[in-house]
């Protein structure tokens, strides 16, 4: 029969973790940690559109180079979205084992979905797709590494960004997969509250609207880079640090 | 009005079953849906072939025993409704329509339209009931009960069981089943006793039957023929989660309970 979480301390997590409602919880909260660092990530990238200072340093460079004075701030940071990542990769990976694989086994031969978004339904390949992205990225623009972004220097933030997007190919997949994370925010920022058990008649309206407009302006916060790199809005000449 | 209809023939949990087509004839459109299928199974057995199985039983919209997917979607194309209380002014003369079982693992098809929703039964007995005295029943002004709360457990209590939820969720979660009952007795006093218990003991229940997770996409609150809200989901993972942290066995030794 059914069994209880009792006990204290790691017992208690494991259990709560083992539960349905647990996982999405802890989806919730890593989803919401993820999500500010998105918002914080595109502010940053928007300061691609800043004019160069009068010492030649673009304002970009001069970002980069404060974050990286501060390496406590910038591994912490990148130590907790890491941890993020991976609870809420392996929670959707379990959870969508179970919803996919063993809950329902034999598939209808019809099903018409009435009210769900397209968003809703697509969580999770929208989130491999994330995935596979952000390690992409990280190997072009923050690592460098020389058989994804042979063009890469170190610390030259501006420099990079406007020749690793300059290929049409690398601007178009940016595009892409960002336009995936917009529609993947659309349904998540407002499901996690849900699956906190947040939720009012009155407000969780509102937080839906909110929601979709955040994706949106994620989207095109995000898409605007590349786009103006490709049309060539954004140049090279500006940084030197 | 004619129909073509396909339905799922399927002769016992262990074979395998598949869509099988009927043309009918004769259709009256003030027919509920259970009546036209019984037209059908009237002609089946005349012809001495097998009638289509299905459940029902008060044909009231009020036991939750009838429903089935009409074209894909559970309880038909008429919102709010179980199919027996489905009539067939909805559908147009010569549609074709096609005829399927709840499916999920929780929900064994035991024959055509019939599964066995006996998953359902063993949550509700892991924790969705209350403990009182038995004997003559107390003056029902002596606890008081505010409005609104009455009036969400109402809105929750009026599930009844039919498993639609189940059928349209893609993931075959029961949460909305689950959270409707949760819901119910959390919000009522008399339902407070066991609060922590009843939705840790129902959530684990609901697991172990193999239900999927919420994913948050509201298919369930659309097919729902009583109308139950998602906000009843929000409401068993608030439960859920103050439970699993706060409980404490009575039994446990030391401290305060
Ligand atoms: S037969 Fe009772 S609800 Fe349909």
């Known amino acids: 029969m059914s069994t209880m979480a009792v006990g204290g301390g790691l017992t208690r997590s494991a259990s709560f973790y083992d539960s349905v409602i647990g996982k999405k919880a802890v989806m919730a909260i890593t989803g919401f940690i993820l999500f500010g660092f998105v918002l914080v990530h595109m502010a940053g990238n928007l300061q691609v559109f800043l004019p160069v200072h009068a010492n030649g340093v673009h304002p970009l460079d001069e970002y980069g180079a404060k974050l990286r004075a501060m390496p406590p701030l910038l591994w912490g940071a990148r130590i907790v979205l890491l941890v993020a990542v991976i609870l809420h990769f392996v929670a959707a990976i379990q959870l969508s084992l179970l919803n996919k694989r063993q809950a329902r086994p034999q598939r209808y031969v019809k099903l018409a979905p009435i009210v769900s978004t397209y968003a809703s339904r697509t969580m999770i390949w929208g989130g491999l797709v994330i995935f596979f992205y952000v390690i992409y990225h990280l190997l072009h623009l923050t690592i460098g590494a020389r058989f994804v972004n042979p063009t890469f220097e170190e610390g030259h933030v501006y420099q990079n960004l406007v020749s690793g997007l300059q290929n049409p190919v690398v601007a178009i997949f940016y595009m892409i997969a960002n336009i995936v994370l917009a529609i993947h925010l659309y349904h998540g920022i407002w499901s996690m509250f849900q699956s906190l058990g947040i939720a009012h008649p009155r407000y969780t309206p509102i937080l839906k609207r909110v929601s979709a407009v955040l994706a949106w302006v994620i989207g095109i916060g995000f898409c605007s880079v590349p786009l103006a790199v490709l049309t060539g809005f954004v140049k090279m000449t500006g940084g030197n640090l | ?257």
């Not at chain 2, 043309?23 to 002609?43: A, C, K, P, R, T």
């Not at chain 2, 199985?53 to 008060?58: M, N, P, R, S, V």
């Not at chain 2, 906000?231 to 439970?243: D, H």
């Open chain 2, 1 to 257: 009005m004619k129909l073509v209809l396909n339905i799922w023939r399927q002769k016992n949990q262990n074979s395998r079953g598949g869509m099988v087509r009927y043309e009918l004839d004769g259709v009256n459109e003030h027919m509920s849906f259970l009546e036209m299928l019984d037209v059908l199974n009237e002609q089946l057995t005349e012809k001495g072939e097998d009638p289509v199985t299905f459940e029902h039983d008060c044909r009231e919209g009020i036991c939750g025993c009838c429903g089935f997917m009409i074209n894909g979607v559970a309880h038909g194309p008429h919102r709010g409704t179980t199919v027996c209380q489905l009539h067939m002014r909805h559908f147009r003369d010569g549609e074709e329509l096609w005829l399927e079982p709840w499916r999920a693992a929780a929900f064994p098809v035991l024959k055509d339209l019939l599964v066995d929703r006996a998953a359902f039964d063993r949550i509700i007995a892991a924790g969705g009931f209350i403990s009182v005295n038995t004997g003559s029943a107390q003056d029902a002004n002596t606890i008081a009960v505010q409005k609104h709360c009455a009036e969400l457990a109402m809105d929750a209590a009026a599930c009844i069981g039919c498993g639609a939820c189940v059928a349209a969720c893609p993931n075959a979660s029961a949460s909305l089943f689950v959270g409707a009952k949760i819901s119910h007795l959390a919000l009522l006093p008399q339902g407070q006793p066991e609060r922590s218990r009843r939705a840790l003991n129902m959530v684990a229940q609901m697991q172990q039957e193999v239900f999927g997770s919420c994913t948050n996409i509201g298919e369930c609150e659309a097919v729902c023929p009583k109308g139950v809200k998602l906000e009843n989901i929000a409401r068993m993972n608030r439960e859920y989660i103050k439970a699993a942290w706060a409980y404490r066995e009575e039994a446990a030794a030391g401290g305060g309970g």
